[in-house]
């Protein structure tokens, strides 16, 4: 096998931003604009929040083998997913990728969740958004140099196991190197935290709209 | 010579990094470096042996990952990798030393995870008991990058062995460790817990911690280590790099040493090339050892606060003495209130909170317990445990993250034989009221004795005086005017003759006059003035605000005098935002403004509003005919989606404000509730965003809710239930994975034979889950949970 190297990066001013649509329709707006007195409490939150930011990625590149129908080895071993395969299809190599905004922001969300619900609930929108742009920064500066690469694929998306999160954790260490850590129900802490592959060259699927791409038809933030 | 003896003596060597040199000779990535201890038996050897060959003292055994978590065979793996230590160090002589490494267990502790404190403890002290049996130097507790699981592995190790303990952190760029202490706040709490050398490994490279080993050396008395990475790790044609070669690491790690590190090696990405050579460059450096610093210093997770330079405003409010709404909230459990009590004495000002909620009818031991862990999650200052019962002081102490201010000792010997032992165990500052066994003594000399004795005692457990603070105690001038002389003269003789820092519980002193601030805030000009460091007060008060600001610009100590002018232009505009807020009061008047303002999600002018309504009308019709109403406006505009959960919720927020001036006016004729319901986020589920949602609004409709909190196991729901009789349990869980808990739960209640109904929620349930697992209702969001609760106990 190829030689695997954890890479670590660590954000620079102004790569974590938060993404006022996007949290605006986490919080149940579906095309309304909220009201004046919700809007400066967002932007009080939006300062809060990238205050308490502190982004890092780690990722690693291996290789991929398809060992047979739907049966794929990303550096894990033996991968049982209909999804992960089909979306690796033709793909030469894989990046694994784990990226977190940081702990300060469960402590944010932790405090004003017990004293103001309200800015509980804004800061944890804007911080799935931030998590996410910071994320799309991230993808984007590693594959600077990739020709094709596919859209991040995680651990629950579809039937790709929510299990795998044990491997992102142990193979790119992200314990030491991000500070995440996995709870015995495999929910990371911090929470605003990704782990994902990302297909290298193959047919560099990239769905044109994650939300609609999605399989799970009933979820309440679809758009 | 024995370990502690060689760190004081000379520069000591640690080996560097194990699991890079193991990636070069096939481990996997991902694979247990530890599982190599048996099947690769020879290999480890031979790098162990290449250490010591390279000049290194300190060995890691290849233990860092080892614990129960990953291995069930752990007793096996410990022994096999100090064996190999073992066998590696038998062809040296010299100062050779094995270390039994210790690493984080990888998961977040409560309540940011779902670690129990103690469970970290246990995981730890597993492993450690094996070494001790093996035969170890030393512990090592490294590449740590949260204080509180650090203080549960320095506990598993100070409980487990008498062996030398040293701790290693990982610090980024900015000295921080991700979970956010800095180093003062991490020295402060090591030192406290009696380990013997402090410092950082990992994460950096050499260039970049060379920067932070001032900021540690300045803090610590006890010898620094520092085990730099070789650089970031970089795939340079498919081969890992470290940016970072050993002739550069050892020209830094020269700087390291001269910065005062008396301990140094390596981590992730050295080799025993950069031992070699760092040893040949270092060696004949000359060696320094710390100075003894004898800092009076507490801690947070974050931050350390020194006492002794500025004066330190220490928050009170969080104490129901005198207070009927503080002791409400205790018996009614109501941590809500008093998180906000410390919250918002933060935003005043306050550097530290005291936490004293001892009330004869509730359990202090719990509520203590409680009260420290869940302000922790909302707070980032030190606490001052105050309690008189030594059990809960204990379990405080214990479960604190970081360096407590005990509160207090006194001079009698059985105070002093209860809260001593602690200090020396857990590690704090402790203040000593010169109360001896005859009582307070009238004459500042009879209270300078008492202090004097405290000091000999505590220097006799080991507790060196800088960790006492001396209260000489404010008692009120309304029943003996020479009180406040003596205790002015009490501070400046005590400071001057035994060297201590000193606080005072200042209120005391104009207790039973009319405008107390006026007296207490005089008082503790005149104290600051006569040395007091410390002063337990209200940082509400605006007089004692005001006076403290003033003082700090008067004597020199607020630069530029920046901070009274920022606290100075506030008061101006809060003055005018005041002038502002009542024109638009005005301007907004409605037909019913109460209505309006709830709706609106106006928290100060709703309740405002209805404190002045119950005045004229009957507190019922204020609820029935503009609150309730107000509140289904809100409500069924979010079910109508024209009304959003942020609205729902500042709404929710107003109503409270309105329903608190109207329980001020009802007070003796108790409004009923109309049902008392069980809100848990179930087992495995940490996140608790959506049950507060839900509860806040159950709240706001009258009912009586029991919040169990996040991660609840079964049996808690079950057992709750049966004691309350109760009528309707909500049920949360955000994840698929645990649902499986959410399922047991209900189970578990329908054992019981209960009539109890079930109503779950969460992101990931939808109505078949709900049908699957047996629940009565599946509310989809806060709203369907109110309505369904109507419908139960309509």
Known sequence: ?223 | MNILEKIKNSITYFDGGMGTMLQERGLAPGELPELWNISHRDVIIDIHRQYYASGCNILKANTFGANRLKFPNLEEIITAAIDNAKEARSEFDGDRYIAYDIGSLGKMLKPLGDLDFEDAVSLFADGIKIAVKCGVDLILIETMNDSYETKAAVLAAKENSDLPIFVTCVYDENAKLMTGADPAAMVAMLEGLGVDAVGMNCSLGPEQMVKIVPKIVSEASIPVIVNPNAGLPKSVNGKTVYDVDAEMFSNIMVDIVNEGAAIIGGCCGTTPEFIRKTVEKTKDLPFKLPEKKNHTVVSSYTHAVKIGHVPILIGERINPTGKSKFKEALRENNLDYILNEGITQQDAGADILDVNVGLPEIDEVQMMINVVTELQAVSDLPLQLDTVDPVAMEKSMRIYNGKPLVNSVNGKPESMNAIFPLVKKYGGVVIALTIGKKGIPETAEGRYEIAKNIIEEAERYGIDRCQIVVDPLAMTISSDTTSANVTLDSIKIIEERLGVHTSLGISNISFGLPNRDFVTSTFFAIAMQNGLDCAIMNPFSFEMMKIYHCYKALKNMDENCVEYINYASDITAQSVTTNTAKTSDNSTDTADPLKHAIIKGLKEKAGAIAAQLVKEVDPLVVVNEQIIPALDTVGKGFEEKTVFLPQLLMSADAAKAAFESVKAALSNTDQPSKGTIILATVKGDIHDIGKNIVKVLLSNYGFDVIDLGKDVPPEAVRDCAVENNIKLVGLSALMTTTVPSMEETIKLLREAGLDTKVVVGGAVLTQEYADMIGADYYAKDAMETVRYAEEIFG
């Open chain 1, 1 to 223: 096998m190829s030689d695997f190297t954890v890479e670590l990066k660590i954000a620079e001013k102004g790569e974590v931003k938060t993404v006022r649509d996007e949290a605006v329709r986490y919080l149940g707006y579906k095309k309304v604009t909220p009201d004046e007195n919700i809007l400066n409490l967002i932007g009080e939150c939006e300062t809060e929040l990238l205050n308490a930011v502190q982004a890092r990625v780690c990722y690693a590149r291996t290789d991929i083998k398809f060992l047979g129908e739907n049966v794929v080895d990303i550096g894990f071993g033996e991968v049982h997913s209909k999804n992960l395969y089909k979306h690796l299809q033709g793909c030469h190599g894989v990046i694994l990728f784990a990226a977190t905004i940081g702990i300060g922001v469960d402590r944010l969300i932790a405090k004003y969740n017990r004293i103001k619900p309200v800015k509980g609930v804004i800061l944890d929108a804007l911080g799935s958004s931030a998590i996410e742009y910071w994320c799309d920064v991230a993808e984007l500066k590693i594959t600077a140099d990739e020709e094709k690469h596919c859209s991040r694929f995680s651990a629950g998306y579809g039937d790709f196991s929510l299990e795998h999160q044990r491997d992102f954790v142990r193979c790119l260490d992200v314990m030491r190197k991000l500070g995440i850590t996995l709870s015995d129900s495999l929910l990371m802490t911090p929470t605003k935290s990704v782990t994902a592959v990302i297909g290298l060259g193959g047919n560099a699927r990239t769905c044109g709209n994650k939300c609609m791409s999605c399989n799970n038809r009933n979820c309440i933030y679809r758009e």
